[in-house]
């Protein structure tokens, strides 16, 4: 008795796979954590008006409703799945060229070192999607009505901003950024609680980036670091403070939104694997 056997077996190359799964996780990353991220961004620029993170969660809560928690969220939900699948494909290829394009177990130093070459490179995609993100984040902040927003959502934000400020204009904060994400990335993908960890040594550039994210007057990273340290003191707030607003919501969102990345990257990657 002849067996039907396919005469080809279709099969993704790893970087399709890669790629594929990046975006998957970059999706549910943005599901879990979101909420989180608004509440953090708006203790980051508006810090003084709120006394805790519960409270910024019910002024917003009760002002916007659940889904205004999930205000500016299209810019991730359409650049998170690429930053994660370029996230992920990037690490791949850094850490295979540091291990001699041998498949061995690096060590952590390697790891780490994949990690901040990987974080030097996505900085450069995620300075859009989060300026993006923290311009729809905080445009409301000051407003009463509707009618009074900015912006028409993420796309006439992007192009309202472009005609004004030309593409460096999309990439104000790419230096913070990068100064945020080489060390970031280098714990991220150390292990263990890295999704909580990586945020320590970066929480403080974080802090500025969106500070300059939302006031593009600022023409640098000094002028905006001169001018929270300036605005600390006037309010008599002390420097750790001024810089770990929203460090709270910020590990409540990392443990939670990390492990779903992390478990929708491989359980993806296996399913196609076995395709």
Not at 186 to 204: D, K, N, V
Request: proline content about 4%.
């Amino acid at each position: 008795m002849d067996v039907y056997s396919p005469a080809h077996h279709f099969t993704l190359s790893p970087p399709a796979q890669n790629l594929i799964s990046g975006t998957v996780a970059g999706w549910v990353q943005v599901v879990v954590g979101f909420p989180f991220d608004t509440v953090k961004v708006n203790l980051q620029t508006n810090g003084s008006k709120y006394r805790s993170a519960i409270e910024c969660l019910g002024v917003l809560y009760r002002k916007y409703g659940f889904l205004g928690l999930y205000k500016g969220s299209t810019s991730p939900l359409m650049g998170n799945g690429l930053c994660n699948a370029v996230l992920f494909t990037t690490n791949e290829t850094f850490r295979r060229l540091i291990g001699g394009g041998e498949k061995r177990t690096l060590s952590l130093r390697e790891i780490g070192t994949a990690g901040a070459y990987t974080g030097a490179v996505m900085a450069f995609f995620n300075t859009p999607v989060e300026l993006l993100k923290v311009q729809l984040q905080t445009e409301s902040n000051n407003k009463k009505f509707v009618t009074e927003r900015k912006y028409n959502g993420v796309i006439d934000a992007g192009i309202q901003i472009f005609k004004k400020r030309r593409i460096t204009g999309l990439y104000h904060g790419i230096t913070i950024t990068v100064l945020r994400d080489i060390p970031s990335f280098a714990t991220y993908f150390s292990g263990g609680t890295a999704g909580i960890a990586c945020w320590i040594p970066c929480y403080p550039q974080d802090v500025i980036k969106s500070q300059m994210q939302k006031n593009l007057e600022f023409k640098s990273t000094i002028e905006c670091f001169r001018a929270i340290i300036s605005n600390a003191r006037a309010t008599n707030t002390s420097i750790f403070k001024t810089f770990s607003r929203g460090f709270g919501p910020t590990m409540a969102r990392a443990f939670p939104a990390n492990a779903a990345t992390f478990l929708a990257y491989e359980m993806t990657l296996s399913a196609l694997r076995n395709y």
